[in-house]
């Protein structure tokens, strides 16, 4: 009876990680048909060494600056006990499910004002208010002891020191899972970027092969080919980051 | 926290000052100026009143797409939920064999994103000559024709399928990190007071998981709500036959195809509404289960 029921367990959990898996093997064999000529040809034919390097830039400038203003947010709210805190903190928890796209007429307004359309901070720049993030860094930084930050204030440590020698340090798994999260989240962005970035030679991957995907060809292998160079750098992340990952998810999670 | 004599300090003020001006530029003020544009004519200055919100009720394109969002929204929690709580059971079970590398496998879908998966499937669905079509017309031994992406009725059946395979993954790891999170003797006491597998799934890993499935039913629902890329990838536009209208796609067309901002405005605010009402119903559901 247990060896049939751990064989029925086996198979239904083999099953469906084929399911998951076939996209992945269709994607590759698509990409890698005739000695790799798709790939070759998606080189060949369109900007997509341009597209790769907006893409890259676009997500590590952002991931790299959205981390750093949260985390120094999220440092403020968590261990400093000032007037307004908790308004901030409410503010925030109010507007963290509100869906973007209600900002989108207004804010192509705005970056058209700034004169920013078809340029990288209008990319960049609108997406830095990261609640989410501040959140993340609020429970994380919490896990900071006091005493630690008061030794080194008492040694004569500044206030930003604090934060960015001591602080930050601590809380690296936190700045790994987020930094892999907010890299995905600007690597996949479509919607906002496709609205703000006009010329061709400004588009990002997803754009990109968008378009390309528009026109009409039977080329399904190039388009195979796209896709593939489109998760390459997110999955190299993915395992530079890994370990943090899953440690920064579980100190998400733990309550006091 | 740090010392009490920091209370009236502007230290943690000027630590917040980018995050406050950046959450005031780009979003505080993109938000009220949506709500002031929605109440205005397209020149942007003649007030209006509700005459935008009157022009969407009235529209059968409009109802559509809420219907259409609405459907999307409630097909895909009820087998994505499900699903990912069967796969962290299994994958929790140390009876099954490989169980790292398939959970790796499950999670991975989580790296692709929506618009390379709306690609992916735009092909992987093809109806002559995609996989699909092939790998059925091998297991029925005909050549089986479905009109995955261009049947009107099967538009969304197509979108669920993409959505499900991007994200029942990564909800997998959570509600594993959660089972992984019920005390092993919990369990074992249970089947010595006599519980099946039933009884044990039901009063010891239910109410163990059941916070992380809420969770991921009201982030899934939230994001299900502002669906967008994946049709758009897949058909190109709203699909046969408007199959695959949502409401992000009608404010899209609203505001950028027709330059019509303030009628934009509207579907959005109309979109925070709805993201609202979700919201504000799970948090009484949840409410209710602490009280009780």
């Not at chain 2, 409630?74 to 929790?92: E, H, K």
């Amino acid at each position: 009876m247990r060896a049939v029921s751990t064989i029925v367990l086996n198979l239904a959990t083999i099953s469906c990680a084929i399911a998951f898996a076939m996209p992945f093997w269709w994607m590759v064999r698509g990409a890698s048909s005739d000695r790799f000529a798709p790939m070759r040809e998606l080189f060949k034919r369109q900007p997509v060494g341009t597209w790769l390097l907006n893409s890259i830039f676009l997500a590590s400038v952002y991931s790299v600056l959205v981390v750093l203003i949260c985390s120094l947010a999220g440092f403020a709210l968590a261990k400093y006990d000032f007037r307004g805190r908790r308004m901030v903190i409410g503010v925030m928890l109010l507007t963290v499910l509100v869906p973007p796209q209600v900002l989108l007429p207004a804010g192509f307004e705005l970056v058209t004002w700034l004169g920013w359309v078809n340029s990288f901070p209008a990319v960049i720049v609108p997406g830095l208010a990261n609640v989410f993030g501040v959140m993340l860094f609020i429970s994380a930084m919490r896990h900071v002891p006091d005493d630690l930050l008061h030794a080194a204030r008492v040694d004569g440590c500044s206030e930003l020191r604090l934060w960015w020698s001591i602080a930050l340090p601590l809380v690296r798994p936190m700045i790994g899972a987020f930094t892999l999260m907010s890299f995905l989240g600007s690597w996949n962005s479509f919607l906002w970027p496709q609205v703000v970035l006009i010329d061709d030679a400004k588009h990002t991957l997803p754009i990109g092969l968008a378009n390309m995907s528009a026109l009409p060809h039977d080329a399904t292998g190039l388009m195979y080919a796209g896709v593939l160079v489109g998760i390459m750098p997110a999955a190299l992340l993915f395992f530079a980051l890994q370990r943090d990952f899953v440690d920064g998810l579980a100190s998400g999670a733990v309550k006091e | 926290m740090i010392s009490p004599q920091a209370r009236r300090s502007l230290t943690p003020w000027t630590m917040l000052a980018p995050l406050l001006l950046l959450f005031a530029a780009f979003f505080a003020y993109p938000l009220a100026r949506s709500l002031w544009l929605s109440f205005h004519a397209t020149d942007r200055s003649t007030f209006v009143g509700l005459a935008n919100f009157g022009f969407l009720l009235s529209d059968p394109l409009f109802w559509w797409a809420t219907f259409n969002t609405i459907f999307y929204t409630t097909a895909y929690l009820v087998i994505q939920i499900p699903f990912c709580l069967g796969l962290a059971i299994l994958l929790n079970n140390r009876r099954v064999h490989w169980r790292s590398l398939l959970r790796f496998l499950f999670f991975s879908t989580y790296l692709v994103g929506p618009v390379f998966a709306g690609v992916l499937f735009s092909q992987i669905l093809a109806p002559r000559d995609g996989p699909v079509a092939d790998l059925l017309g091998n297991i029925f031994g005909r050549p089986i024709e479905i009109g995955w992406l261009t049947d009107r009725r099967l538009a969304m059946t197509s979108v669920l399928i993409a959505s499900w395979w991007l994200s029942i993954g990564a909800g997998m790891v959570y509600c594993l990190a959660a089972l992984q999170a019920i005390d092993p003797a919990l369990r074992e006491a249970a089947s010595i007071d006599g519980a099946g597998c039933w009884g044990r799934f039901r009063h010891i890993t239910l109410p163990g998981v059941s916070a992380t499935l809420g969770v991921l039913s009201l982030l899934g629902a939230v994001g299900a709500l502002q669906l967008f890329e994946l049709p758009v990838l897949l058909f190109g536009g709203p699909g046969p036959g408007l199959g695959a209208l949502t409401i992000v796609m009608y404010l899209f067309n609203a505001g950028f195809e027709t330059g019509n901002a303030p009628l934009a405005a509207a579907v959005g605010w109309v979109l925070v509404v709805l993201t609202a009402i979700v919201s504000g119903s799970a948090l009484l559901v949840a409410n209710r289960r602490v009280r009780r």
